[in-house]
């Protein structure tokens, strides 16, 4: 204990003296934290994996939704109709224009939609929504030259559907519109990676201004947006991996986070104003088994050595101890309180694990290799408490942190499980990662097409009866299979200085991770 509060002050110290690098001015601008994995900090965030909450500062969408995830408004488009069947959607489109003066267009949006169904790096929740539009798998693999179920007539978008999808007008207040004049001749594939990330033309109420590579941006009203003029005239983004260095520096005005020992000190700090958010927010082990570019990986190949795992660990006393009064049990997608749940269990057993093991014929003197993207000391001491599980039923294991987490997980893949969150509006986006179209989880449970089926029956129900009847079956496949490793599910708060900001009345917080209606507009500095 006492060599780790020392290299705590060893690294506040450290974090103190990088400080002076950030924006002079901070005192005259909102500060955030870059929300992003990107390690050099020379990019902005990727708005296809998370979208978050303030990005609409930057970015705007064809809808917005409410902090309540379902009351939907108009951004780029005014309205929608959607036919009887489920199959086709009518948008009127309205517009607006690019921070460089140039309109958004339909073609912006049809293009968006095309690049997302091509790109490497994408949330699944637009995966499992756009694989759906008619044409979209021969367009993804090259095989058709264009998307014939994107339709554009005048300022009407027609979006033709092979089978109904229920929260397509939720996904669409997510989605970020592009702009194609200036990403046209990118390789789709790799998208997220393109320079146009360091240095954007954006379309929200803000625009970037500065941009120091590893240090920070700023950001300052977009001239040429045509919605309300936000009261803050500056917002400074800052490349601070310590939430708890920077909050005391003073260089945090909102955050969110779910981590123990972080709420406590940020409670400590004067103005720091807490507000808990109760959202779906998953925490699990990802399988590294095989991917669709023929690279396997035989040790989690074994249903019986991913099951001795989740065997293995006391869940429960780790949830209790590390995420007191915010993490619960999870087994699957579906809570055990929900009455969908079919009640499948994972429980606290080393002696089966160990059974399950050498039934496996595993190899004890192998290392089992976990990836870990999270560097905070509760996943730190969460990930020491798993090594210590695992060796007690004879298994070696290490773990390595890493500041690439999706590259890692579905590229690199050097590692047999990763350590993974999931922030979710909707129990079909964790199902979602199973779709075999997936982008991502492809690259690791091989393009298993055995989910398909029952995703697509989830997302055509129109009742809760056939709702939860999809998830039983999604639930039987997923314990058949065992490719994610549920742990827990878990909730957050978001803090605002409240010494420094003065918020709406009655203004309500959504979940973190995705686009919501916060009415930044009328935010002011004290």
Same mark, same amino acid.
């Given at each position: 204990?006492?060599?780790?509060?020392?290299?705590?002050?060893? !690294?506040?110290? =450290?974090?103190?003296?990088?400080?002076?690098?950030?924006?002079?001015?901070?005192? $005259?601008?909102?500060?955030?934290?870059?929300?992003?994995?990107?390690?050099?900090?020379?990019?902005?965030?990727?708005?296809?994996?998370?979208?978050?909450?303030?990005?609409?500062?930057?970015?705007?969408?064809?809808?917005?939704?409410?902090?309540?995830?379902?009351?939907?408004?108009?951004?780029?488009?005014? @309205?929608?109709?959607?036919?009887?069947?489920?199959?086709?959607?009518?948008?009127?489109?309205?517009?607006?224009?690019?921070?460089?003066?140039?309109?958004?267009?339909?073609?912006?949006?049809? !293009?968006?939609?095309?690049?997302?169904?091509?790109?490497?790096?994408?949330? @699944?929740?637009?995966?499992?929504?756009?694989?759906?539009?008619?044409?979209?798998?021969?367009?993804?693999?090259?095989?058709?030259?264009?998307?014939?179920?994107?339709?554009?007539?005048?300022?009407?978008?027609?979006?033709?559907?092979? @089978?109904?999808?229920?929260?397509?007008?939720?996904?669409?207040?997510? !989605?970020?519109?592009?702009?194609?004049?200036?990403?046209?001749?990118?390789?789709?594939?790799?998208?997220? +990676?393109?320079?146009?990330?360091?240095?954007?033309?954006?379309?929200?109420?803000?625009?970037?201004?500065?941009?120091?590579?590893?240090?920070?941006?700023?950001?300052?009203? &977009?001239?040429?947006?045509?919605?309300?003029?936000? $009261?803050?005239?500056?917002?400074?983004?800052?490349?601070?991996?310590?939430?708890?260095?920077?909050?005391?520096?003073?260089?945090?005005?909102?955050?969110?986070? &779910? +981590?123990? =020992?972080?709420?406590?000190?940020?409670?400590?700090?004067?103005?720091?104003?807490?507000?808990?958010?109760?959202?779906?927010?998953?925490?699990? !082990?990802?399988?590294?088994?095989?991917?669709?570019?023929?690279?396997?990986?035989?040790?989690?190949?074994?249903?019986?050595?991913?099951?001795?795992?989740?065997?293995?660990?006391?869940?429960?006393?780790?949830?209790?101890?590390?995420?007191?009064?915010?993490?619960?049990?999870?087994?699957?997608?579906?809570?055990?309180? &929900?009455?969908?749940?079919?009640?499948?269990?994972?429980?606290?057993?080393?002696?089966?694990?160990?059974?399950?093991?050498?039934?496996?014929?595993?190899?004890?003197?192998?290392?089992?290799?976990?990836?870990?993207?999270?560097?905070?000391?509760?996943?730190?001491?969460?990930?020491?408490?798993?090594?210590?599980?695992?060796?007690?039923?004879?298994?070696?294991a290490e773990y390595t942190v890493t500041s690439n987490g999706t590259q890692d997980l579905f590229q690199t893949r050097n590692h047999d499980i990763g350590y993974k969150g999931l922030s979710a509006f909707d129990i079909s986006e964790w199902y979602g990662e199973y779709n075999s179209a997936n982008a991502n989880f492809r690259m690791v449970f091989g393009?298993?097409?055995?989910?398909?089926?029952?995703?697509?029956?989830?997302? @055509?129900?129109t009742n809760q009866e056939d709702k939860d009847a999809a998830l039983t079956k999604l639930q039987e496949v997923e314990a058949e299979k065992v490719y994610k490793l549920p742990l827990y599910t878990i909730g957050n708060n978001v803090f605002i200085n409240t010494d420094r900001v003065q918020l709406p009345e009655g203004i309500t917080f959504g979940n973190?991770?995705?686009?919501?209606?916060?009415?930044?507009?009328?935010?002011?500095?004290?």
């Amino acid at each position: 204990m006492k060599k780790f509060i020392v290299l705590f002050v060893i !690294f506040a110290i =450290s974090m103190a003296s990088i400080l002076p690098a950030f924006a002079a001015d901070n005192e $005259k601008a909102f500060q955030l934290i870059s929300a992003g994995n990107d390690s050099l900090g020379d990019k902005i965030e990727y708005p296809w994996m998370n979208m978050y909450m303030l990005g609409g500062l930057m970015w705007r969408t064809l809808f917005f939704v409410e902090t309540d995830m379902v009351t939907i408004g108009p951004d780029l488009a005014s @309205s929608y109709t959607i036919s009887d069947d489920g199959l086709t959607y009518t948008i009127d489109f309205v517009g607006g224009k690019w921070s460089d003066g140039e309109d958004i267009t339909l073609d912006d949006v049809v !293009f968006s939609i095309k690049a997302n169904l091509k790109a490497a790096a994408s949330n @699944s929740i637009y995966t499992s929504a756009f694989t759906k539009i008619e044409g979209a798998e021969a367009w993804r693999d090259g095989t058709a030259e264009d998307l014939p179920g994107l339709i554009v007539d005048g300022n009407q978008l027609t979006i033709k559907l092979t @089978s109904p999808h229920n929260i397509l007008p939720n996904v669409l207040c997510q !989605f970020t519109i592009l702009p194609e004049h200036i990403l046209k001749d990118a390789d789709l594939l790799e998208i997220a +990676n393109n320079d146009f990330w360091s240095r954007p033309i954006t379309s929200g109420m803000y625009k970037l201004d500065e941009f120091v590579a590893g240090s920070y941006y700023t950001l300052v009203p &977009n001239e040429y947006y045509d919605g309300p003029r936000p $009261k803050i005239e500056k917002v400074t983004v800052n490349f601070v991996a310590d939430v708890v260095t920077a909050a005391q520096a003073g260089l945090v005005d909102m955050t969110n986070t &779910n +981590n123990q =020992s972080v709420i406590a000190e940020l409670n400590k700090l004067p103005g720091m104003t807490m507000f808990p958010v109760d959202i779906l927010f998953y925490r699990y !082990f990802l399988a590294n088994i095989e991917g669709v570019d023929g690279n396997t990986n035989p040790v989690m190949a074994d249903i019986r050595v991913r099951k001795a795992i989740l065997h293995a660990i006391d869940r429960e006393t780790l949830a209790e101890s590390l995420f007191p009064g915010l993490a619960y049990i999870s087994n699957s997608g579906v809570a055990g309180d &929900n009455p969908a749940s079919i009640g499948t269990e994972y429980a606290y057993d080393p002696d089966l694990a160990r059974q399950l093991l050498v039934d496996a014929g595993w190899d004890f003197d192998y290392v089992l290799r976990i990836l870990l993207y999270y560097k905070d000391q509760t996943s730190l001491d969460f990930m020491d408490a798993i090594v210590y599980y695992l060796g007690e039923i004879g298994m070696k294991a290490e773990y390595t942190v890493t500041s690439n987490g999706t590259q890692d997980l579905f590229q690199t893949r050097n590692h047999d499980i990763g350590y993974k969150g999931l922030s979710a509006f909707d129990i079909s986006e964790w199902y979602g990662e199973y779709n075999s179209a997936n982008a991502n989880f492809r690259m690791v449970f091989g393009g298993d097409t055995a989910f398909d089926e029952y995703i697509n029956e989830y997302a @055509s129900a129109t009742n809760q009866e056939d709702k939860d009847a999809a998830l039983t079956k999604l639930q039987e496949v997923e314990a058949e299979k065992v490719y994610k490793l549920p742990l827990y599910t878990i909730g957050n708060n978001v803090f605002i200085n409240t010494d420094r900001v003065q918020l709406p009345e009655g203004i309500t917080f959504g979940n973190p991770w995705y686009k919501t209606n916060v009415h930044f507009e009328d935010w002011e500095l004290k």
